[in-house]
Structure formats: C-alpha cells, structure tokens
Nanobody, 125 residues
C-alpha cells in the first residue's frame, strides 16, 4: 500500500516562491506521480507529473517555466518547487500516484490509485 503525505503549504505574496513536499511510503517504483490542484470555482487540474522510472516530466502550460517537479536523491520524497507565484495559483495541492499513467496520458485524475490529503497554498497581496 502506498501512502502520500503533503507538507510545505502556506501563504505567500505574489512573486514569491514556495516548495511543497510529498513524503511517500510503500513501493513507488515504476509509477507516475503528480501534483494536482483544486481551487474553489475551478476544475481540478493536473499541474506537474514525473515518472519514478525514468524521471520524465510533464507540466500544464500555465506553470511551465515557473514550477519544477522533482524527487529527492533517496527517491522517496516528491517536491513541487513553485516560483513567481500568482493569485491564480492559490489552491489545495494534492500529491497523487498511479501505474496507469505516462507523460502522454497523465492529466486524468480518475486514473490515479493513491492520493494525499492536500496542502493549501494561498497567494495574495
């Protein structure tokens, strides 16, 4: 059984940076892991994903160049580095993992097998 626990959320001002962490337990080898976000009044969207097999990544267009998904050298924690944050980035961020995903098909939340409880990110002046 895979378990995911997010941390690192908080409140920042526009233009600032924040890094989220997802601590994993269980076997996450050869899986696809991703960060989703869900804000009030908006659809849940896939933000960034990474393969635990070859480290290939995918990003939604709105965060390209600003967000970076990565894994620790231990290959256990998952990170989402967020830079130049804007109010539109405010949301509950969720860590997810599954084996029916790839960099070609990764944005469908129904295909993920495991989810964390979420970490709130608020960007405001």
């Amino acid at each position: 059984q895979v378990q995911l626990v997010e941390s690192g959320g908080g409140s920042v001002q526009p233009g600032e940076s924040l890094t989220l962490s997802c601590i994993t337990s269980g076997d996450t080898r050869n899986m696809w892991m991703a960060w989703f976000r869900h804000a009030p009044g908006r659809e849940r969207e896939a933000v960034a994903g990474i393969s635990t097999f070859d480290s290939s990544t995918s990003y939604t267009d709105s965060v390209k160049g600003r967000f970076t998904i990565s894994r620790d050298n231990s290959q256990k924690p998952l990170y989402l580095q967020m830079a130049r944050l804007e109010p539109e980035d405010s949301a509950m961020y969720y860590c997810a993992a599954g084996w029916r995903l790839s960099r070609h098909i990764w944005s469908d939340s129904s295909r993920y097998n495991y989810w964390g409880q979420g970490a709130q990110v608020t960007v405001s002046s």
